[in-house]
């Protein structure tokens, strides 16, 4: 359901982070360095 979710949005141009289990991506540091780094842009 979350996957879905986020093809849609990204699909209307809406950034999406999305993360599963089975990703190895590098994720934030946490939720306020990411909020922080986005608004910085």
Not at 13 to 36: C, H, M, Q, W
Request: aromatic share 4%; no cysteine.
């Amino acid at each position: 359901m979350g996957l879905k979710l986020a093809e849609k949005l990204k699909a209307t141009g809406v950034e999406v982070v999305f993360r599963s289990s089975s990703e190895n991506d590098v994720k934030p540091a946490s939720t306020g360095t990411y909020l922080i780094e986005k608004l910085k842009k």
